[in-house]
T-cell receptor, first 112, second 117 residues
Framework: DAKTTQPTSMDCAEGRAANLPCNHSTISGNEYVYWYRQIHSQGPQYIIHGLKNNETNEMASLIITEDRKSSTLILPHATLRDTAVYYCIVKKQWGGSYIPTFGRGTSLIVHP | GAVVSQHPSRVICKSGTSVKIECRSLDFQATTMFWYRQFPKKSLMLMATSNEGSKATYEQGVEKDKFLINHASLTLSTLTVTSAHPEDSSFYIC?????????????FGPGTRLTVL
């Protein structure tokens, strides 16, 4: 599996955009980039995923560089409830199912 | 999105006892479920893959005789921590998926906090 590298922690002011970077320089051509987040003492929550193109949904935007070696998750208007650990992962495939393998993630703190 | 539940949400037990944790997919059928363990301030570590109607597949270093997994139906997988010890205290999380219409997603349960005294 491709390995990912994320900053340990970041902070952001409420209402501002939070930009969370992720490096995945060894990603292979058929591997997707996924983002999950985990609020304290809860299970992870899916945010978004992408292969090559930039993606946007109701939660966030995902910007993937042209060489696919890095990506950025953007929370356009961060709220206090976005405080969580954000995991950037590359999928591991097992018999047709996709198993997220989690690194350490980035602890995002959104402050008033 | 699909919902995965876990029961109990937290459990405290004495050393040497066994504890069973349930993982249910509430509105979909899951032939495959996954069990993770998370220690404080650490990331999730995959323990095993639970397959309906067959034996679970354990990750390296996870004792299959200590962490018994049963996936008896398409909506229920159980993890039993046998002869629990304080070092087994952790946050246990299950996930299920993918689904046909959400083929790229895993749906996670809310987790079970196990404390072994």
């Amino acid at each position: 599996d491709a390995k990912t590298t994320q900053p340990t922690s970041m902070d952001c002011a409420e209402g501002r955009a939070a930009n969370l970077p992720c490096n995945h320089s060894t990603i292979s051509g058929n591997e997707y980039v996924y983002w999950y987040r985990q609020i304290h003492s809860q299970g992870p929550q899916y945010i978004i995923h992408g292969l090559k193109n930039n993606e946007t949904n109701e939660m966030a935007s995902l910007i993937i560089t042209e060489d696919r070696k890095s990506s950025t998750l953007i929370l356009p208007h961060a709220t206090l409830r976005d405080t969580a650990v954000y995991y950037c992962i590359v999928k591991k495939q097992w018999g047709g199912s996709y198993i997220p393998t989690f690194g350490r993630g980035t602890s995002l703190i959104v402050h008033p | 999105g699909a919902v995965v539940s876990q029961h109990p949400s937290r459990v405290i037990c004495k050393s040497g006892t066994s504890v069973k944790i349930e993982c249910r997919s509430l509105d979909f059928q899951a032939t495959t479920m996954f069990w993770y363990r998370q220690f404080p301030k650490k990331s999730l570590m995959l323990m095993a893959t639970s397959n309906e109607g067959s034996k679970a597949t354990y990750e390296q270093g996870v004792e299959k005789d200590k962490f018994l997994i049963n996936h008896a139906s398409l909506t229920l997988s159980t993890l039993t921590v046998t002869s629990a010890h304080p070092e087994d205290s952790s946050f246990y999380i299950c996930s299920a998926g993918p689904l046909a219409e959400h083929y790229n997603e895993q749906f996670f349960g809310p987790g079970t906090r196990l404390t072994v005294l």
